[in-house]
């Protein structure tokens, strides 16, 4: 596995693997153990503007490329990712810390994703509207935007970096992808090898691996992408989003979440109990649609927590390794002390720990708070760990307003035996997503995706996908001769 990560330690640019040009390393570590992986010199500047520049010259002849073979590079991506799967689930484990079953999760999705950037190459059609004006034919075409910077996260870096690389290449357009720090191959370098293996021409995806204190602002403010396509923190996305409208740039942000999972009290609690500990503890916790806050009627409570507390007791932490490992480490010790942190700061304001998870390292064992005060923070922010907050309330009303009592609306749940009635109450939720009698963690290939609030902007995937990384353009025929006042 070392040599796979040291064989895509170098930066891919204009279709040529090359070491970093600037004057410190990225070194990309093992979460669990601590093993190095790779170390990677950092980009530069100048090899993100050759990057870009690579993208513009590569982007023009691709976008006249017929739709047939753009599809055709689509599907050897696909088988690429197919005979390399045991492989990329060794290093989605190594690189950061993923179970096997959240391995597997990621996979599974990638390659759907896959699958519908093979048919959306062909789905982009143009259209004959009607005018006013007599002999007058009006012709709208979709077209790619250009060139797009993707800039993607740590915890589904395969996936989230996929999900905007391959539609934007299918639909025409050229790629500098820039993956987190942490996870530079499976979120970066692994994706250009796809590609390479895939056939796809030189310049159409750039990887450029680097961080902020080497290139500040440089893969927003560049002149040449046209749209930034960002998924991560809303303190991040904010920042994202500022820079870009200064420059006249589009973005789509796929940002932070505050989920609530919302029990009822009809709910069938041994199936509520089971979608609720998933959707909180799947990768740690680190995911934005996970379950922070599961709100539970009074009615049940009592029997909802304890089969509850008992299931997350049972989950095994450690080695992602393990095929019975659930939970496995957070991306690094930043990561993990700020989890704790956040238990110990909410106990100390009154909050009751159900189970009280200690750190070992980067692996934190999970935490079930309840009794939490009304004011706390924690109610209203993001947690990116193994945390799950239980909250009671009386009635579907309540429900409702401590499920909209937070910045974000990214996805959520209800449970309950009348589906329709999970309905009503979704439908209160200001949220982008929301699943009735399931988990809230879910991402399909053709229904669109993102938040409202703070957890984003925008939409990606099927219809919505199209829509972003293309563009319409408007030419209009004169058939025989217009008349004009002078």
């Avoid at 990560?5 to 979460?31: C, M």
């Avoid at 997350?312 to 942190?341: C, E, F, K, M, Y």
């Avoid at 909250?391 to 990214?410: C, H, K, Q, S």
């Avoid at 589906?419 to 439908?427: L, P």
């Amino acid at each position: 596995m070392s040599s796979f990560f040291t064989d895509l330690a170098l930066q891919y640019i204009d279709g040529e693997w090359r070491p970093g040009k600037g004057s410190w390393d990225i070194i990309d570590f093992n979460p669990y153990n601590g093993e190095k992986l790779a170390s990677i010199t950092v980009a530069t500047t100048g090899e993100v503007d050759q990057a870009y520049r690579a993208a513009e010259r590569a982007q023009a002849e691709w976008a006249e490329t017929n739709a047939y073979a753009r599809r055709a590079v689509m599907e050897k991506a696909l088988r690429v990712v197919e005979e390399r799967e045991a492989e990329i689930t060794e290093a989605i484990v190594a690189e950061l810390g993923g179970t096997h079953v959240k391995a597997g999760f990621e996979l599974h999705l990638a390659k759907e994703f896959l699958r519908e950037s093979v048919q959306l190459a062909l789905r982009p059609a143009g259209q004959i509207l009607p005018s006013p004006v007599e002999g007058k034919e009006n012709r709208l075409y979709r077209v790619p935007v250009g060139v797009i910077g993707v800039i993607s996260p740590f915890n589904f870096p395969f996936l989230l970096s996929l999900k905007s690389v391959a539609p934007a290449l299918a639909l025409g357009n050229a790629v500098v992808l820039k993956p987190h720090q942490n996870t530079p191959v499976c979120g970066g370098t692994l994706l250009a090898k796809v590609f390479e293996e895939a056939g796809l021409p030189a310049g159409l995806l750039n990887v450029v691996v680097t961080d902020i204190a080497e290139i500040g602002d440089a893969l927003l403010e560049h002149p040449v992408p046209q749209l930034i396509s960002f998924t991560g923190s809303d303190k991040v996305g904010r920042h994202v989003a500022t820079v870009c409208a200064a420059q006249l740039k589009r973005t789509v942000l796929e940002l932070g979440g505050n989920s609530a999972l919302i029990v009822l009290d009809d709910a069938d609690l041994d199936y509520a109990v089971d979608a609720a500990v998933f959707s909180r503890y799947v990768h740690q916790g680190q995911v934005c649609m996970a379950a922070n806050r599961i709100l539970v009627d009074r009615a049940v409570e009592k029997e909802f927590t304890e089969k509850f507390v008992a299931k997350v007791a049972s989950l095994r932490v450690g080695d992602p390794a393990d095929p019975a490992t659930h939970i496995g480490p957070l991306i690094n010790s930043s990561q993990a002390d700020a989890v704790s942190r956040i238990v110990e700061r909410t106990v100390e304001e009154g909050a009751t720990a159900l189970l009280h998870g200690r750190a070992d390292g980067n692996l934190v064992s999970p935490s079930v708070l309840t009794g939490i005060p009304a004011g706390s923070p924690v109610l209203h922010e993001e947690i990116f760990g193994p945390v799950a907050l239980l909250v009671p309330f009386d009635g579907e009303d309540e429900a409702v307003r401590i499920a909209n009592d937070t910045p974000y609306g990214l996805s959520g749940a209800v449970h309950t035996g009348s589906v329709e009635r999970g309905v009503r109450v979704g439908q209160r939720i200001h949220t982008g997503m929301i699943h009735i009698n399931d988990g809230t963690v879910h991402d399909e290939p053709l229904v669109p995706f993102g938040g409202e609030k703070s957890s984003g902007l925008g939409r990606l995937n099927g219809e919505a996908t199209i829509e972003a990384f293309t563009t319409q353009k408007w030419i209009s025929v004169q058939h025989g001769r217009s008349q004009f006042p002078f």
